[in-house]
């Protein structure tokens, strides 16, 4: 299989676009490693982590669970082998540490014993549970796991008799959303909440009724679990509608915390149980909307916002030791931050450089934990290094692993260089990144690929990417930036493209390419663009706007907004948040920004590139471009990207069949 697939890349790139040892190869996916899930003990002294790869022969990823002092000593795997191991969550009193493991076929929780090295399986489920919490005395877990509901028909239908060959019974769907990317078509189900002895055993639904059950925390008595979920009748509808609920863990009745319209999410609780932290806005319907942290007073039941001037969005809340601030992240310019935020809304900065979970392309993300005595465990990303572990305290930082270390020191990556640059729209400053080839040399002239991002209210940073590197050590410039509708500049700038999506973010990114041009390095003649999903529709939008691009790769685009929001997997989501309503209330809304409209503009040789199985921008999408171009004779490509839905890079062989096809239609078209 690997001889297969070099071979495969020989000939589909030529091999003078990788002749050079010392720069990154497709191949070099399956050597990548990166770090996720720090967890932090209660005592502030051992972190158990993450170890994630890649498997060449299976072509997926590999999981394994290690533990290191927060000094960087006693580093040391504990579960390892041929099975993924995942989720670590250590007890109250430090001595055990649950996981998940598919050691017998499917994720199931298991425990690990620190004093005799021992692991037990605890359940045995046909479906995989997830999201385990101990309770407060160390003596339960509570986790989450889906529960199909009944199934339902309007026909009684007959049965074959015996030794009979008919075709499969037809499948009656009568819910809004009945499939989802990643998982194809679904049966009706919902998500609730189950408590189990934490040596096994029985494990009982303490949640009840046709609802997702989300996010929750255990309160300090153990008696109750404070629960995120939209038990609204329209539930459907207005998926968005979520309350908190403190669900009583003995009798399963509920009592309803929150009222407000809008979503009140993942709650955690203070080490008095008397306030509760948790995130959410009141619904405006924006494409953009940020969460807010809130506090609930149990005392009270009154509510409040405790800053209102940070323009941030705020994930990942967590209390420490005290009852008086709160630990979150959140992400400031394309950098994801640590901070704290205390009850009077102060809010201090610890650390930045949190992500590197996004192997493919440069997302934000990452993730911590914190111990009660204010030590902290992160992952660490720069562009020039997947995410590994790092840890601190007060300000304090130290990284742990260098995890990509054999890999990188016969490696030469393509420097970034942080740009910022005036939109020829309206003067605003927008920001982006040039990632140069290795070797670079100010004094050459080399292609350019702009590379833009999904969401759209995403960003990129100053992270790792593995497909932007392959760029660039196949010897182009590659810029990338986050134009208007980008989060991490406040809820202004993102909704800017709010009811306006794609818009005067074209004139952002091409601003992007003119500021890199003037630097006098790039050949102007040797222009190229590529994106995917929100990216994949700007792709569409530009060449249907400029002919200035030799060639484009449009990745996973929605090319018709109308057929997306009635075809994508959130139809209740989409008319509602991102246009002014229904799509035939408003048909000229809805084809002034799909790029479909300027199809008749386009002269740009266009590849597009989709996964079969993609249910976010299904490949209907991609298909109505494809007949559209080739009807106009534009020089066009269809990609279908096999086993594989939304997330293409999900696996490695994928992210090399992506890479590298898009880097052979740019190479078909450099010298025309």
């Known amino acids: 299989m690997l001889r297969i697939l070099i071979l495969f890349g020989c000939c589909l790139l030529g091999t003078s676009l990788w002749s050079q040892d010392a720069v990154l190869k497709p191949m070099d996916v399956f050597d990548i490693e990166f770090i996720s899930d720090p967890q932090i003990s209660p005592d502030g002294r051992t972190i158990a982590y993450v170890r994630n790869g890649k498997d060449i022969m299976t072509d997926g990823g590999t999981a394994d669970i290690w533990l290191v002092d927060v000094d960087g000593k006693n580093h040391r795997p504990i579960l390892t082998g041929e099975h993924n191991y995942s989720s670590p969550r250590w007890s109250p009193d430090g001595t055990r540490l649950a996981f998940r493991s598919n050691e017998s076929g499917s994720n199931q929780i298991h425990c690990y014993y620190m004093d005799s090295g021992l692991s037990a399986k605890l359940t045995s489920f046909t479906s995989s549970p997830s999201s385990v919490q101990w309770s407060p005395d160390g003596s339960h877990m509570a986790f989450t796991m889906q529960v199909d509901a009944p199934k339902s028909s309007i026909v009684d239908l007959p049965s074959p008799p015996n030794g009979a060959k008919w075709e499969q019974r037809p499948v009656y769907i009568d819910q809004l959303k009945y499939r989802a990317d990643g998982r194809g078509f679904t049966d009706k189900s919902y998500t609730h909440i189950f408590v189990m002895p934490a040596q096994g055993g029985h494990a009982r639904q303490v949640s009840s009724g046709d609802f997702n059950h989300g996010a929750f925390d255990w309160t300090p008595d153990g008696e109750e679990l404070i629960v995120s979920s939209n038990r609204h009748e329209n539930a459907e509808y207005e998926p968005a509608n979520s309350e908190l609920y403190a669900l009583n863990v003995n009798n399963g009745s509920y009592t309803a915390l929150t009222d407000r319209m809008g979503p009140d999410s993942n709650p955690v609780v203070s080490p008095d149980g008397q306030l509760i932290a948790y995130t959410g806005y009141d619904e405006a319907y924006q494409g953009y909307q940020m969460s807010y942290l809130h506090v609930l007073d149990r005392r009270t039941g009154e509510s409040r916002v405790v800053n209102t001037t940070l323009d941030r969005q705020v994930g990942n809340v967590q209390w420490a030791n005290g009852n008086d601030k709160v630990f979150f992240q959140y992400d400031d310019e394309g950098n994801t931050k640590i901070a704290t935020m205390s009850m009077d809304g102060t809010v201090t900065d610890l650390t930045k450089n949190v992500g590197g979970l996004s192997l493919g392309r440069p997302y934000g993300g990452g993730d911590f934990s914190v111990a009660g005595n204010g030590q902290y465990a992160f992952t660490h990303s720069t562009p020039d290094h997947p995410s590994d572990l790092a840890?601190?305290?007060?300000?304090?930082?130290?990284?742990?692993?260098?995890?990509?270390?054999?890999?990188?020191?016969?490696?030469?990556?393509?420097?970034?260089?942080?740009?910022?640059?005036?939109?020829?729209?309206?003067?605003?400053?927008?920001?982006?990144?040039?990632?140069?080839?290795?070797?670079?040399?100010?004094?050459?002239?080399?292609?350019?690929?702009?590379?833009?991002?999904?969401?759209?209210?995403?960003?990129?940073?100053?992270?790792?990417?593995?497909?932007?590197?392959?760029?660039?050590?196949?010897?182009?410039?590659?810029?990338?930036?986050?134009?208007?509708?980008?989060?991490?500049?406040?809820?202004?700038?993102?909704?800017?493209?709010?009811?306006?999506?794609?818009?005067?973010?074209?004139?952002?990114?091409?601003?992007?390419?003119?500021?890199?041009?003037?630097?006098?390095?790039?050949?102007?003649?040797?222009?190229?663009?590529?994106?995917?999903?929100?990216?994949?529709?700007?792709?569409?939008?530009?060449?249907?706007?400029?002919?200035?691009?030799?060639?484009?790769?449009?990745?996973?685009?929605?090319?018709?907004?109308?057929?997306?929001?009635?075809?994508?997997?959130?139809?209740?989501?989409?008319?509602?948040?991102?246009?002014?309503?229904?799509?035939?209330?408003?048909?000229?809304?809805?084809?002034?920004?799909?790029?479909?409209?300027?199809?008749?503009?386009?002269?740009?040789?266009?590849?597009?590139?989709?996964?079969?199985?993609?249910?976010?921008?299904?490949?209907?999408?991609?298909?109505?471009?494809?007949?559209?171009?080739?009807?106009?004779?534009?020089?066009?490509?269809?990609?279908?990207?096999?086993?594989?839905?939304?997330?293409?890079?999900?696996?490695?062989?994928?992210?090399?069949?992506?890479?590298?096809?898009?880097?052979?239609?740019?190479?078909?078209?450099?010298?025309?």
Not at 495 to 508: K, Q
Not at 530 to 551: E, H, N, P, Q, Y
């Open 391 to 672: 840890t601190g305290k007060d300000g304090s930082v130290q990284r742990l692993t260098e995890v990509n270390a054999d890999l990188f020191s016969h490696k030469q990556l393509g420097e970034v260089e942080e740009i910022w640059y005036e939109s020829s729209f309206d003067g605003r400053r927008i920001q982006g990144w040039i990632c140069k080839p290795p070797n670079f040399d100010a004094n050459e002239k080399y292609p350019l690929i702009l590379e833009i991002h999904g969401g759209p209210f995403s960003n990129y940073g100053d992270r790792f990417s593995m497909e932007v590197q392959l760029y660039a050590a196949a010897g182009y410039v590659v810029l990338y930036t986050n134009p208007r509708g980008s989060t991490s500049y406040g809820e202004e700038f993102g909704n800017l493209i709010h009811h306006n999506y794609p818009s005067e973010d074209y004139d952002d990114l091409i601003s992007g390419v003119d500021a890199v041009i003037k630097k006098g390095y790039i050949d102007e003649d040797q222009l190229y663009v590529t994106g995917g999903s929100g990216g994949g529709v700007l792709s569409a939008w530009i060449v249907g706007k400029t002919d200035r691009f030799r060639a484009a790769v449009v990745a996973k685009p929605v090319i018709n907004w109308y057929s997306f929001v009635l075809h994508a997997d959130n139809p209740a989501f989409f008319y509602r948040y991102w246009f002014p309503g229904y799509p035939w209330e408003h048909t000229e809304h809805y084809m002034e920004r799909s790029p479909i409209s300027l199809v008749g503009n386009v002269t740009t040789p266009t590849m597009l590139l989709t996964g079969e199985q993609d249910y976010r921008t299904p490949m209907s999408e991609t298909e109505q471009y494809y007949a559209a171009l080739k009807l106009l004779k534009v020089p066009s490509a269809m990609v279908r990207i096999q086993g594989s839905g939304h997330g293409i890079a999900s696996k490695p062989s994928n992210l090399i069949n992506k890479v590298s096809y898009i880097l052979a239609w740019f190479e078909k078209y450099k010298n025309d």
